[in-house]
């Protein structure tokens, strides 16, 4: 029996690691950054060794540039949604800006940054190939725009919208002073749900990082102080726990829905018999439950 992608026997495991999280090893920092593409399930690991910086990087990519396997690509029968996870997975690394990558086949990557820059627009030739049926789903960008995650778009001074081509939208809400009010944050892209009979063995929420860059560097955003979830859909609150162990971000939920959320541990609760007025920094917020929506769902309006 051919047993080349599956375990020969089980493996006991010691200790579980969360992605975005730093584990220690005597002396060693080691940070692990998700790097979905070449499989669902891969990782990054950033560390130092000898005063360098560098990456242990599975199957991500190889040296000048390169996808290790083209047909890892297919995550379903017809579909290259491993094109965009890739894409966002070594741009992720060249943020990280490391000295040398070790990938697990082959010579060890030199030109990081350069490499990646140099993968990048092949990445975009292959999204013309075959519909991806993640970012560009329904939406009428064509796939290779949307490999990177949307440019959040300026409704106002003072409020943000995640664009047009993540999975849900969210919104954000500026202080003016540095800190930020999230309405909502789930996944960045479609793609990302795995829904479909050929993903129904697959985990649909291994959550990746996005538009936190953009907030600190386009809005001057140093911290998220507050999220508030509109209804308990996976796409819209998946994101939550990533900003509650990166930033102490508190999460403020209706009653009902802090029941399902957790309610062992919630930051706040928001008991809405009545129309709810809140301020947050400078913005005067009414919390109104949402007819139709059941009882886990709300609505913001912002007082002029």
Not at 148 to 167: M, V
Not at 237 to 247: A, E, S, T, V
Request: net charge negative.
């Amino acid at each position: 029996m051919n047993t080349f992608f599956s375990l020969g026997e089980n493996i006991s495991i010691d200790a579980t690691l969360e992605d975005h999280s730093t584990f220690v090893w005597k002396d060693h920092q080691i940070r692990v950054i998700p790097a979905k593409g070449h499989t669902y399930g891969m990782v990054s690991l950033i560390t130092r060794v000898d005063g360098q910086k560098v990456a242990f990087t599975g199957d991500q990519m190889s040296t000048g540039g390169n996808l290790y396997q083209l047909h890892a690509m297919e995550y379903a029968y017809g579909d290259l949604a491993g094109v965009e996870f890739t894409m966002q997975s070594v741009l992720a690394l060249n943020k990280e800006n490391v000295s040398i990558a070790y990938p697990s086949h082959g010579e060890a990557i030199s030109e990081v940054n350069a490499d990646i820059e140099r993968l990048e627009p092949k990445l975009e030739k292959l999204a013309n190939i075959s519909r991806l049926f993640t970012s560009g789903w329904n939406t009428g960008f064509e796939d290779w725009k949307t490999l990177r995650e949307s440019k959040l778009e300026k409704i106002s001074d003072h409020l943000l919208w995640a664009g047009p081509y993540t999975c849900s939208n969210f919104y954000v809400v500026l202080s003016g002073s540095g800190h930020a009010m999230l309405i909502d944050y789930g996944l960045s892209s479609p793609g990302h749900l795995h829904f479909g009979n050929d993903h129904s063995g697959m985990r649909a929420l291994r959550f990746v990082e996005h538009h936190i860059d953009q907030l600190r560097d386009d809005y001057g955003v140093q911290q998220i102080e507050l999220v508030v979830p509109t209804h308990i859909h996976d796409d819209h609150i998946c994101g939550i726990p990533f900003l509650q162990r990166k930033f102490g971000t508190e999460c403020w939920a209706l009653d009902c829905v802090a029941e399902v959320m957790g309610r062992q541990h919630p930051s706040e609760c928001l008991d809405v018999t009545d129309p709810l007025h809140l301020a947050v920094n400078r913005s005067n917020l009414n919390v109104l439950k949402t007819s139709g929506g059941g009882r886990a769902a709300f609505s913001l309006t912002q007082n002029r």
